[in-house]
């Protein structure tokens, strides 16, 4: 069996170890549900609803086909996919997300571990992870579970944010999703477990595995035509397909 990839090393002053990280990062998202939307959208620089759909657009999503949002949290990109098509399943492992985000839209909901998806092989057209994809524990079980469900000639679509390479960029992302936006979630929301959580956030964002290792993670769970494509130097799509 392969060695497992997770998308960034332990992060201890978040919790003791690997065995941890499951329950922490259900239980702030749980704790921070409420707030959510209004802080991603500090999060986001700009990346809105619009951007969700080109993105998914760009991917190749179309009508009719069925899509699983995974990791959807409150839905927002389940809810740009339903402006697409409307046979969506949204998947989170936080009860508190699939709660806070119930009332923004009317898709079939599903509480699950990214890792252990409930669903039957060869089951969906189009699969997406919007900007979560570094709160998973192993990339290789969680692509082999993705490849599974996708129907044969299925597409894979995983949002990510991505530090800018040069040195400037690099300190003006820093400086906002570090320190700016922290600061405005825990102004808005009065709550010490938002602003811990915009600077988990960050902490995952600078550590996660190159964009190289995803797609070679990709092409080993059997997905072709692995790709990255870039938006203002820092929001990464990565696309695949089930051959």
């Known amino acids: 069996m392969p060695d497992s990839l997770p998308p960034h090393p332990v992060l201890g002053e978040y919790y003791g170890d690997a065995s941890q990280r499951e329950r922490f990062v259900r239980n702030i998202f749980d704790e921070t549900a409420e707030w959510y939307d209004d802080i991603i959208g500090m999060l986001s620089l700009g990346s809105g609803n619009r951007y969700r759909k080109m993105a998914l657009e760009r991917a190749g999503l179309t009508s009719g086909m069925r899509v ?22 949204a998947s989170d492992a936080s009860i508190g997300m ?17 890792e252990r998806l ?10 997406t992870i919007g900007f979560a994809l570094r709160h998973f524990a192993d990339l290789r079980i969680l692509f082999a579970e993705l490849f599974r469900v996708l129907r044969p000639n299925g597409r894979v679509l995983i949002l990510e944010i991505t530090p800018p390479r040069s040195r400037a960029g690099y300190a003006v992302l820093r400086f906002h999703l570090g320190t700016v936006v922290p600061f405005l979630a825990r102004l808005r929301s009065r ?17 996660c595995v190159p964009p190289e290792t995803i797609l070679d993670a990709l092409r080993g769970a059997g997905f072709s035509d692995a790709k990255r494509h870039v938006e203002l130097g820092t929001f990464s799509e990565y696309t695949a397909l089930k051959p």
Not at 118 to 127: I, R
């Open 118 to 127: 409930p669903f039957p092989d060869d089951s969906f057209d189009f699969l």
């Open 191 to 207: 709550s010490a477990e938002a602003e811990k959580l915009m600077h988990y956030y960050w902490d995952t964002i600078r550590s």
């Open 98 to 114: 699939l709660l806070a985000g119930q009332f923004k839209h009317h898709l079939p909901l599903v509480q699950n571990a990214g």
């Open 68 to 89: 699983l949002d995974l990791a959807t949290g409150t839905g927002v990109v389940a809810r740009a996919a339903a402006g697409i098509t409307n046979r969506i399943v």
